[in-house]
Structures are given as structure tokens and as C-alpha cells.
């Protein structure tokens, strides 16, 4: 499998990055108090509901794709609130379509990783039984098969797979 693309900031801003948007209250920084590794990590501050986000846009289209990142978690989303890590998607990034995305939902007070993908014109919504803990690293991947009749989504968290 080869790798289409890798980044961790340590260039100290998001140039290797395709763009990036916000929303209302949101930012979007690189920082070196809070890394795994290396000198930089990014930090993504979403109040209330809003959201931030940074893209990647590939030279080509793929039937099947990894997408895997290490997230440090400040706070949990409230009850009936998500949090979106990360996402595959068709179009261009001003009128994208979501094929699937991956990361907390907290369906009734108790935040679990979760996963939401195209079926046909609707969004469906998977959960684990994972529960999302704060204070600690963790790595996520999300495998993305396309196709018309046979898609999958697959979700591990540090290592483990929670949604198949």
C-alpha cells in the first residue's frame, strides 16, 4: 500500500494542506505545547458546536483509502453532539459530497467513537462501544471501500477495531 500522503506541521503552519475553513468562533493553529512527536502538532479549537476543518485534495480518485491521524482530546461533545475527525469525500471541497467520516458521538451522555458513511442518498450513522476517553493520544484509522453495491467502512482505535 503506498502512502498518498503524510504530515505531522512540523513545517510550523498547515502549507502542506490543500486549505482549510472554519466556523463561527472556531481556529485553527500549530502549536508545540501539545505533540506526540517531533516539534509541532495541529490544534483545532471548535466552541459550541462549530467546526474546523483542514483538507487534502488528491491528484486522483480511489476505490479503497486509509485515513489515519493521532488526536489529542481536550473535551468530549455534549449529549446529541458529534465530533467529525475525519472524512473522505467526492466533488470539489466547495461542493462536496461525504462519502463517510469518522469520529465521537454521544448519543445519550456517554461519547463513543462512531462513523457515518453513504448509502445511496442517505448518511448512516454507526456506533462502537468504545468509549472516547480524554487526556491521552489516540490513533484512528478509517478504511474506505467505494463501490455501487459492496462499499465498506471499518474504523480501529489504537489499534483495536470497534467498527467493521
Known sequence: ??????????????????????????T????SDKKRTGTYSGYFYTPGGSWATIYKTLASTYSTIY????????????T???????????????DATTVAVAGLFNPSGTPVWSVKWRNGANLVRENSSRKAT????????????VHGTNGE??????????ID
Open 153 to 162: 467502512v471499518k474504523l480501529w482505535v489504537d489499534n483495536d477495531l470497534v
Open 134 to 145: 480524554t487526556g491521552a493520544w489516540h490513533f484512528i484509522v478509517m478504511k474506505v471501500v
Open 28 to 31: 485553527l493553529s500549530v502549536v
Open 80 to 94: 446529541n453532539q458529534s465530533i467529525t475527525m475525519m472524512g473522505a469525500f467526492s466533488g470539489t471541497p466547495a
Open 1 to 26: 500500500m503506498a502512502m498518498l500522503f503524510q504530515n505531522g506541521f512540523e513545517e510550523g503552519d498547515f502549507s502542506a494542506w490543500t486549505g482549510n475553513t472554519t466556523g463561527s468562533g472556531a
Open 67 to 78: 485515513i489515519g491521524e493521532r488526536v489529542w482530546l481536550d473535551n468530549l461533545p455534549a
